[in-house]
């Protein structure tokens, strides 16, 4: 009992490995966000709509020229639509959307041709339908739906589709060389209108192109969240992690929609920490700070934030710890060579006695404890790691024996850092040795030398650094996407919550230019790195393979 009572407090605090942390993490897209995403509508609409050719006839008394009957044909008609204006609007539980669109059946160079016989007589009229305003109005539901395996995602429902418009075929449709008059009179005694044809093979490809546009916009939303939900395996190192996030909940308002999103870290324990393992990563149980609810500094009229909790990323932290990310072992067969003169180097030449020549020097990573973020430093994500031991090893009288154990505590950090010409998304990493505090916890020989130490201690640990983890943290860009042409224009980072225990990414959308074939030339340039036009690592990435 007193076991389990001890046990249930070191617990405490803590999530133990694999839970799951609701929310983790959450999406606000505002009105203003909901205004660029809707620049998008018109990608949903073709601008030009072919009309099958269409035509009927009665053959009357003689067939060979309709006599007592008719024959029509109306050919070469399209309609074509343009976007005036559209908007998203957030409500109370929907998306209101509405679009307003100019829309004309061909024009003047290039009109439809109408071809009638009556009573033995044919004529050919051409023609076409002035632009004129269609207003459409829908509404879209948003719900998380349960897959049945385990997983959720995000479902959007499109409501009943709306499309206003008048039109008079007298006064709207022009019809030219031909007496229009005499045989739109003609076909009246026989039940038809050629205007009434006309409007009907606009009016019924019009509603059609609307309508398909509903499940269009349904799959695009549903699949720009799709690729926000993630179940897979993310190997860094040696250490393997499990990493399963997923949407929890959707709350629109008439200030925002907000995407509530959960997320689990899962992974084998490493050997090398075992002894050590806490039991689970640090819990803060912080409020999820409002939409409206922004720090100081940041802007008001952003349109769409990222919210990241503490929780979220000290699990995610203490998942890689936990499988092994920061056990390594530098020997002799790494990339930097390692023997006896580093320590001498280290000592000033304390063990010079011992080691007449050069022998090979293994360095052993013993991290105590998991790293932790801090969002309320000088950096954009801080990043805490305590008691992080280094063992020294070095074979004497015939074993391998510690000489020396560096403790260290470290205080790295990163800035979020974007480029709106390029759309690179880079992670800057300040590891500095300044930033690192060291001390000696164990010295063979001679603790007379420990100062010597700690003051040559900075070159070491950069050769350590390059070794370990020098191309990963060169490595940290993405290249963003854009979304027919709307992407990521600009980002503020800052802490929010009562105890600055969430990280806010605040962005702005709009029409940009990189992210697609066009921003290196089809993707034919020279991949330079620099972000110019030519460079195919930051300009393709919306689709489009280099």
């Known amino acids: 009992m007193f076991a389990f009572l001890l046990a249930s407090a070191a617990s405490a605090g803590t999530w133990p490995p694999g839970s799951t942390i609701n929310p983790g993490l959450s999406a606000d897209i505002t009105k203003e966000g909901f205004d660029a995403i809707a620049e998008l509508i018109p990608s949903f609409l073709p601008p030009e709509i072919p009309i099958d050719d269409m035509g009927d006839g009665y053959p009357g008394v003689l ?19 343009e976007v005036a204006g559209a908007s998203i609007t957030p409500g109370s539980g929907v998306l209101d959307i509405d679009a307003q669109l100019l829309v004309s059946l ?17 004529d050919t009229c051409y023609g076409y339908v002035n632009p004129f305003p269609v207003n459409v109005s829908t509404s879209m539901m948003l719900a998380v739906v ?61 509603d059609s192109a609307i309508a398909d546009m509903g499940p269009e916009l349904e799959t695009a939303i549903e699949d720009a969240f799709a690729s926000a939900s993630i179940e897979q ?39 090398c920490v075992a002894s050590v393992d806490p039991g689970g990563s640090l819990r803060t149980d912080s409020d999820l700070p409002g939409p409206t609810d922004l720090p100081s500094g940041v802007s008001s009229d952003y349109h769409l934030g990222l919210m990241v909790g503490d929780d979220f990323a000290n699990a995610a932290l203490y998942t890689f710890w936990r499988s092994g990310l920061l056990c390594y072992t530098l020997d002799e067969g790494g990339p930097v060579p390692i ?66 154990t560096l403790s260290l505590d470290v205080a790295a950090g990163a800035d979020l850092e974007f480029d709106g010409n ?20 164990y010295n063979e020989i001679d603790e ?8 040559a201690f900075g070159g070491l640990f950069q050769t350590i650094i390059d070794t370990v983890a020098g191309d990963l943290l060169s490595s940290l860009a993405f290249a963003l996407p854009n ?42 340039g020279t991949d330079t790195g620099s972000g110019s036009s030519s460079d195919c690592s930051s300009g393709c990435s919306g689709g489009t393979s280099c």
């Open 106 to 122: 061909n024009d003047a160079t290039d009109p439809f041709g109408l071809y009638t016989m009556l009573e033995c007589i044919e």
């Open 339 to 404: 023997d006896t003169s580093m320590l001498n180097l280290l000592t000033n030449d304390a063990f010079a006695p011992l080691f007449p020549e050069s022998k090979p020097v293994t360095i052993v990573t013993r991290p105590l404890k998991p790293p932790e973020v801090l969002y309320t430093g000088e950096h954009d994500l801080g990043l805490t790691v305590e008691d992080l031991e280094l063992d020294f090893f070095a074979e004497l009288d015939g074993r391998e024996a510690r000489m020396i």
């Open 233 to 271: 395996e993310l190997a860094v190192g040696d250490a393997v992690v499990n990493v399963k996030l997923q949407p929890s909940n959707v709350d629109i308002t008439p200030a925002s929609a907000r995407i509530w999103m959960e997320g689990a870290f899962s992974g084998e324990a490493a050997e």
């Open 483 to 524: 979304f027919s042409g709307i992407g990521l224009e600009s980002i503020e980072v800052a802490a929010n919550g009562d105890a600055g225990d969430w990280l806010g990414v605040y962005t702005w959308l709009g029409p940009v230019s990189y992210g697609d074939s066009s921003s290196c030339g089809g993707c034919g």
């Open 146 to 206: 349960d897959n049945g395996d385990g997983t959720r995602s995000l479902d959007a429902t499109m409501g009943d589709i709306a499309v206003e418009y008048e039109l008079d075929g007298a006064n709207d449709i022009y019809l030219g060389e031909c007496a229009i008059g005499d045989v739109e009179e003609v076909l009246n005694w026989v039940g038809i209108s050629l205007y009434d044809l006309i409007l009907s093979a606009l009016g019924g490809t019009l």
């Open 63 to 81: 067939d060979e020229c309709y006599l007592g009957g008719y024959e029509y044909a109306l050919t070469n008609d399209k309609v074509e639509i």
């Open 422 to 441: 390029s759309g690179n998304l880079e992670v800057a990493v300040d590891l500095a040795p300044e930033n690192i505090v060291p001390s000696v916890s």
């Open 448 to 455: 007379a030398a420990n100062e010597a130490i700690l003051q």
